[in-house]
């Protein structure tokens, strides 16, 4: 997941250009007012937790969420510097550290790799923004916008270390809008860990599984409101114990659940849940192909002559922000013939910069416009200066 996570922008298979305002999927331009693509991508990304949700239950944060592997990685970081049961989390039991593992070095070894994983993930997701050719203009100090980019990738960066290093699995609990929905749709029917609570006596109380489990719960007594996450690290644990025995685990992945708990519990949707599956799937099909049919009934746009405008607009700007941001900075209302001279400044620089540019006129009308605003203005001071 991780190698597919810094692949999506690597391979150009999905970035999102808030310059053009369009999605780029695959080299191909999709603009933000494409409704068929918006309304399939609506309807898709809709469907497709929903789907989920009744299907295979939490699958998805065990074996496929990002926030997840990097929780668990983090965690085995987390407990080879600082101990087998170190806990730093924001929702722990405090600063929990193995006394011979509390030093100065570890903690630095384990900040640095935190770090070092949080810039990784940092630029990928700076590059869902930017293109490979702006990516490595801004490694190699050459981009206009270089100040701009570095500012947003160490804000990026800085969300992702303190993400890693100490927020885990509280940002699961308590943040995650997928994990509010799976709540909410959750139902017997869909896949979970089940305790086969008939075979009890075979149980040795060794507390293995809920010593692996990640979310820390007790898998043996999992309740459906737990936040089991479906990753089987329960199930390989007792299975492996319960194997010395010539027997098999007393935790399984099932579909359904035992009498008790069923007589308990009502399905969320009774016996239309097989109906309410076809239809998220039918909406999410129905998504796809208006994605697909936006997709091919683009406009096709000059992506050389797009690139050639956004990057003379970045020239320009790189010359003219400088120019005129002592005047911007000087602009307020007690001074608004700096306001008038600032604006006049950015259209005369931009006249001078591309005095064959279509917007020509526009630019000269307002150099034009702002020098008369400003002589009215200069005219009402003095006007007032010289009133008794």
């Keep these: 997941?991780?190698?597919l996570m810094c692949a999506i922008p690597a391979l150009g298979v999905f970035r999102l250009d808030l310059a053009s305002a369009s999605f780029v999927i695959?080299?191909?331009?999709?603009?933000?007012?494409?409704?068929?693509?918006?309304?399939?991508?609506?309807?898709?990304?809709?469907?497709?937790?929903?789907?989920?949700?009744?299907?295979?239950?939490?699958?998805?944060?065990?074996?496929?969420?990002?926030?997840?592997?990097?929780?668990?990685?983090?965690?085995?970081?987390?407990?080879?510097?600082?101990?087998?049961?170190?806990?730093?989390?924001?929702?722990g039991e405090g600063m929990v550290v193995a006394p011979h593992k509390n030093r100065l070095n570890n903690w630095f070894f384990l900040g640095f790799r935190l770090f070092a994983l949080s810039l990784i993930l940092g630029v990928t997701v700076f590059s869902?923004?930017?293109?490979?050719?702006?990516v490595w203009g801004f490694?190699?100090?050459t981009h206009p916008r270089q100040a701009n980019m570095a500012i947003m990738l160490a804000f990026t960066v800085l969300l992702v270390f303190i993400d890693i290093a100490v927020i885990r699995h509280f940002f699961c609990d308590y943040a995650c809008f997928y994990r509010m929905g799976q709540r909410l749709f959750q139902t017997s029917d869909a896949l979970h860990i089940v305790y086969e609570?008939?075979?009890?006596?075979?149980?040795?109380?060794?507390?293995?599984?809920s010593t692996v489990c990640p979310v820390h719960i007790q898998p043996n007594r999992i309740q459906p409101h737990d936040v089991c996450i479906d990753c089987g690290e329960c199930v390989d644990a007792c299975d492996r114990l319960q194997k010395k025995n010539g027997q098999s685990g007393l935790l399984t992945f099932s579909k359904?659940?035992?009498?008790?708990?069923?007589?308990?519990?009502?399905?969320?949707?009774?016996?239309?849940l097989g109906l309410f599956r076809l239809g998220v799937a039918a909406v999410f099909v129905?998504?796809?192909?208006?994605?697909?049919?936006?997709?091919?009934?683009?406009?096709?746009?000059?992506?050389?002559?797009?690139?050639?405008?956004?990057?003379?607009?970045?020239?320009?700007?790189?010359?003219?922000?400088?120019?005129?941001?002592?005047?911007?900075a000087a602009c307020g209302s007690a001074?608004?013939?700096?306001?008038?001279?600032?604006?006049?400044?950015?259209?005369q620089c931009s006249l001078d910069q591309d005095p064959t540019n279509e917007l020509h006129d526009t630019w000269q009308q307002c150099v034009t416009l702002n020098a008369k605003h400003l002589h009215e203005w200069e005219s009402r001071v003095s006007a007032a200066g010289r009133a008794p």
């Design 26 to 91: 695959f080299g191909h331009v999709v603009w933000w007012d494409n409704f068929l693509f918006l309304a399939g991508l609506a309807l898709a990304l809709l469907a497709a937790p929903l789907l989920t949700y009744v299907t295979v239950g939490s699958l998805w944060c065990g074996w496929a969420c990002p926030q997840n592997l990097l929780t668990e990685w983090a965690d085995a970081l987390t407990f080879q510097w600082l101990g087998k049961r170190a806990d730093v989390r924001v929702d």
């Design 1 to 3: 997941m991780l190698g």
């Design 256 to 272: 359904s659940i035992p009498a008790a708990a069923a007589s308990a519990q009502k399905p969320l949707f009774g016996s239309h």
């Design 335 to 347: 001074n608004m013939a700096a306001c008038y001279q600032a604006a006049g400044c950015t259209c």
């Design 139 to 141: 490694i190699l100090g």
């Design 197 to 209: 609570a008939p075979r009890a006596s075979a149980c040795t109380k060794c507390h293995y599984c």
């Design 128 to 134: 869902l923004f930017y293109s490979p050719g702006e």
């Design 286 to 328: 129905l998504g796809c192909g208006l994605m697909a049919w936006g997709i091919m009934t683009q406009k096709n746009i000059d992506d050389g002559k797009l690139q050639a405008e956004q990057d003379r607009m970045l020239r320009i700007s790189h010359v003219c922000t400088p120019r005129c941001s002592a005047l911007r």
